[in-house]
Each structure stands twice: as C-alpha cells, then as structure tokens.
C-alpha cells in the first residue's frame, strides 16, 4: 500500500477542494438536479395488477372467439 491510503484517517476530506467543487458543481446540474416525485409503490402495485387483469381478461377473450376454449 502506499503511504497516502496507510496514513489517511476518516476525518480527512478524501478530495481536494477543487476537486470535490468540480464534484459538486457535476452533481448540482443535469439530471441530478431534478427534483423528483417521491416513489409511490402502492400505486405500481395498483397498475401492475390492473395491467395483468386486463391481459388476463383479453387472452381469455381471444381463446373463446378463435373457438381454443
């Protein structure tokens, strides 16, 4: 190992600090910048069960009208 990662302690900055600037000017533009809607599961459990409904109901529809059931 060299010296730099044998003597670095948690206290030190691992940056330095016009690199964490250009770090933190990168993470404050373009897609990290858009503030988001928070994620609602219960609401892609809703559709992922409404979606299998209703293709479930259709392969049930085109088996009896192509005469299979």
Same mark, same amino acid.
């Given at each position: 190992? $060299?010296?730099? &990662? @044998? @003597?670095?302690?948690? %206290?030190? +900055?691992?940056?330095? +600090?016009? %690199? &964490?600037?250009?770090? %933190?000017? *990168?993470? =404050?533009? /373009? !897609?990290?910048? !858009?503030?988001?809607? +928070? *994620?609602? +599961?219960?609401? #892609? #459990?809703?559709?992922?069960? /409404?979606? @299998?409904?209703? *293709? $479930?109901?259709?392969?049930? #529809?085109?088996?009896?009208? =192509? /005469?299979?059931?």
């Amino acid at each position: 190992m $060299s010296d730099s &990662q @044998t @003597t670095s302690s948690n %206290d030190e +900055p691992r940056l330095h +600090p016009e %690199d &964490q600037a250009k770090v %933190d000017e *990168f993470c =404050s533009r /373009g !897609v990290n910048s !858009v503030e988001r809607k +928070p *994620f609602k +599961p219960f609401r #892609m #459990m809703l559709l992922l069960i /409404g979606v @299998t409904v209703v *293709f $479930s109901v259709l392969s049930q #529809m085109i088996a009896k009208w =192509s /005469g299979i059931y």
